[in-house]
Structure formats: structure tokens, C-alpha cells
């Protein structure tokens, strides 16, 4: 087994803390805590897009996952990032905002129908 391995199941027996590996299956987002109960012992690895899902679900970033870095907080997204996803935000609110009021306009024009 490799280091990053040892590394990974090292760390993920410490997010789990004082949860049962059942919990953490759930809360990730598996049926059962039976791979979960694998990776813990570093008997297998996650597939990648489940690599990923654990990462963001516990809030850590995958190289401290893979003992590639101390620090298991994720990189702050960059300026640029932050105000186009703000941006976006803002495009799908005014979209929303468009839809209700033209459902209000259409319920006040029923409304006053005779």
C-alpha cells in the first residue's frame, strides 16, 4: 500500500470521528458503509468522482485527502471565480424575479376580471 493510500485512509478515519461508517455512507451519499469500511483499512480506493464527492461533503481539499498538503481546508476560490458565480446568482434571482412578476401581473388581471 502506498503512503498517499495509508495517508488517505489515515484521514478519513479522522473525519469521521465518533460517527458510525454507516452515517458517513449515508451523509456522502452511498447505500451502504461497506466500501467505506475499506477505504478506512486502505483495502480499496474510491472511484474518482466519489474521490471528489467525500472531498466536497467534508469540506477538505483532495491533495490533504492524499497527504500531498497539511492544510485540509480547500483553496479559497479566486476573485475572478467569486464574481462570476455571484454574477450568476444574480442572472438566475432576475430570471426569478421576472417569473413572479408575471404571475402577479396574471393573478391581478384574473382578479379583476368580472
Known amino acids: 500500500m502506498s503512503r498517499k493510500l495509508t495517508k488517505f485512509a489515515e484521514r478519513l478515519r479522522a473525519l469521521r470521528g465518533t460517527r458510525s461508517q454507516a452515517e458517513m455512507a449515508a451523509f456522502i451519499g452511498m447505500h451502504t458503509q461497506a466500501s467505506w469500511a475499506q477505504w478506512e483499512v ?3 480506493q474510491p472511484k474518482l468522482d466519489m474521490f471528489v464527492e ?3 461533503k ?3 481539499s483532495a491533495d490533504w485527502m492524499l497527504g500531498m ?3 485540509p481546508q480547500q483553496p479559497k476560490p479566486s476573485i475572478d471565480e467569486q464574481l462570476a ?3 450568476a446568482q444574480l ?5 426569478n424575479m421576472e417569473s413572479l412578476m408575471s ?3 396574471n393573478l391581478e388581471k384574473e382578479r379583476a376580471k368580472p
Open 42 to 44: 486502505g483495502a480499496r
Open 85 to 87: 458565480l455571484l454574477k
Open 54 to 56: 467525500i472531498c466536497k
Open 103 to 105: 404571475q402577479i401581473s
Open 69 to 71: 498538503d497539511d492544510s
Open 91 to 95: 442572472g438566475e434571482t432576475s430570471k
Open 58 to 60: 467534508l469540506g477538505v
